[in-house]
């Protein structure tokens, strides 16, 4: 069972989802504004936040910032349908995944379960590629000896890549492998967590020597 913080304004919709969730085996805690969410989430820290984005007072964007820079708690947002502005920001802002609303049960569940199933993996060895040091057995990553904190999205994202170094892999690939999401899916989740993970691990993230872009392909991680 895993601890949810569900920050939603709207009554009808944050009811009816903690209680669809809570049958699905999660333990819901509930917040109606940006505020409160961020004294509910410093109070007890949860396994996940599910974060509506069009709050009053603090919005869910500063919302979600703010729960980044705190540590690496995943964030799933829930956005209107087709709402591009909602989709970058949230994604930029942070978020690991998003769910359009109306938000069905089964879906959310579906997504708060891949998220959560991120930070673990078949048992790998210890992998050593120039200063950066990967640990799937311990959830590790280090550069240059430092531990460096990831997101479990981007902690998987970076064991998918590393796996086969210098192996492309598309958008599409990358989003059924990390996200598992069955479908022609959204190439923005992909490209906002490369560019956060670059940002952690790479000397000069416009230069990436780790995460690699192929044009026209995809990602592929630097051969060593």
Known sequence: MASILLIEDDPLVRRGLQLALSR???GVRTAETGEDGLREFRS???DLVVLDLMLPGIDGFEVCRRIRTAGE?????LTARGDDFDVVG?????ADDYVVKPARPTVLDARIR???RRGTGPAEGRRV????????????VSLRG???PLTPTELRLLLTLSRAPGRVFSRQQLLEQVWEHDYLGDS?????CVQRLRAKIETEPAAPEYVQTVRGFGYRFGPV
């Not at 949230?90 to 942070?94: E, F, K």
């Open 24 to 26: 699905h085996g999660h």
């Open 129 to 140: 590629h120039r200063d950066l040091a990967i640990d799937p057995v311990a959830v590790t």
């Open 44 to 46: 007890s820290t949860p």
């Open 90 to 94: 949230g994604l930029a802002a942070g």
């Open 146 to 148: 430092e531990p460096v």
């Open 114 to 116: 891949a998220v959560l």
């Open 73 to 77: 708690v995943p964030v799933i947002m």
């Open 188 to 192: 923005r989740l992909v490209d906002n």
